[in-house]
Each structure stands twice: as structure tokens, then as C-alpha cells.
């Protein structure tokens, strides 16, 4: 699907279009549910937070209030990502809450961190690094959750966030680095 449909519903449904609504739903299913089922797999916690439901309680949050404003579908898929990263954090924490303790563990930051599993403890400090990260640079931390959270690709960050892929490369350099130095510190 191309950018011009999913925009025009995008819109129509932000103008209280419930048909527009209902198409974009199932027009952005598909994809949501690829970066949740991406997300799932890195996540080693309790299998009662599914792919379906971790899409269904995004899309919630997405249309909620109304159909907020989305500059493209990339925008959209973006924004997507960081509602599923809240939604996967509240859940660790609740999950977390339940064993009652643990000590922090080390994650890596890297290009293979796309792919590896997750445990609810290592979400959870993934969490608090890009929150630090987030009042040192707000958009370094963007760059890393666009990244990790919904695996887009260079291109598709700098579409996202309306930067060159030049300034993606280097704020992923420098964001990952940064990562490092939070971790070292706390």
C-alpha cells in the first residue's frame, strides 16, 4: 500500500470519518501487526500479552482520542512503534512488579540488537536508558525507538522524523554511544 491512501485516510478519519476508520484499521493491520510480531519475538516475558492484542491496544491508543495528526503513513507507523514500546513497558513493570526485586541487567546496543530477545527486565532497562536519553536529545532517542522498537530502516527514520538518512546514520552513532555512557553511569 502506498503513502496517498493511508494518508487520505488518515485524514478522513481525523475529519469523523467512521468508514475512513474502519478502512484504515484495516489497512494498517498488517503492518502493525509485523513490528508487534517483530517486538513479540524479542521479548521473552509472559506470552499473555500477544501480537493481537499488543496491535489491537495500539490501534486503541492511536484512535482513542480521534485520529491524531500523521504527516504520512511512515509518521503513522512510527508513532505506532512508541505506543506498542509503552504498552510493552507497562506490561514489564507489571510483570516486574510481581517478582518483586532483580538486579539490572547489561543490554547491548547495536545493529544485532534488532533481532535478539528481549526479557521483561532488559525492556524495562532499555526503558530507562532512552528516557535518560530522551531529556539529553529527544531526537537521538526517536532515532533509537524508530530502530529497535518498530525495525525501520534508515530511510523510513528519516521519513519519519522528516531528517536526512545522513543525520539518521550519525544520530544513531552518536545515540547508541550515548546509550553506553548512561549505562556506565548508572
Not at 487520505?8 to 494498517?28: E, I, M, Q, Y
Not at 480521534?66 to 509503552?86: D, I, K, L, P, W
Not at 528516557?131 to 534508515?154: D, K, V
Not at 527514520?157 to 538518512?165: G, N, R
Amino acid at each position: 500500500m502506498n503513502d496517498r491512501p493511508i494518508t487520505l485516510l488518515l485524514k478522513a478519519a481525523r475529519n469523523g470519518d467512521t468508514d475512513a476508520s474502519d478502512s484504515l484499521f484495516n489497512a494498517v493491520y498488517n503492518e502493525l501487526k509485523t513490528i508487534a510480531r517483530s517486538n513479540r519475538r524479542r521479548w521473552q516475558g509472559n506470552e499473555t500479552m500477544n501480537t493481537t492484542a499488543l496491535v489491537n491496544e495500539a490501534f486503541v491508543r492511536l484512535a482513542g482520542g480521534g485520529v491524531a495528526e500523521y504527516s504520512n503513513r511512515t509518521h503513522f507507523y512510527a508513532t505506532a512503534s512508541r505506543a506498542m514500546r509503552q504498552i510493552l513497558i507497562n506490561y514489564a513493570r507489571g510483570q516486574q512488579a510481581a517478582k518483586r526485586g532483580g538486579d539490572a541487567l547489561v543490554v547491548t546496543f547495536n545493529e544485532t540488537v534488532l533481532a535478539t530477545q528481549t526479557s521483561a527486565e532488559e525492556l524495562l532497562e532499555l526503558e530507562q536508558l532512552l528516557t535518560a536519553l530522551e531529556t539529553e536529545n529527544e531526537r537521538r532517542a526517536r532515532i533509537i525507538e524508530c530502530r529497535i522498537f518498530a525495525g525501520m530502516t534508515i530511510d523510513e527514520v528519516a521519513e519519519a522524523l522528516d531528517i536526512s538518512p545522513a543525520t539518521v546514520k550519525r544520530e544513531w552513532k552518536v545515540g547508541t554511544a550515548s546509550l553506553f555512557r548512561i549505562m556506565k553511569q548508572s
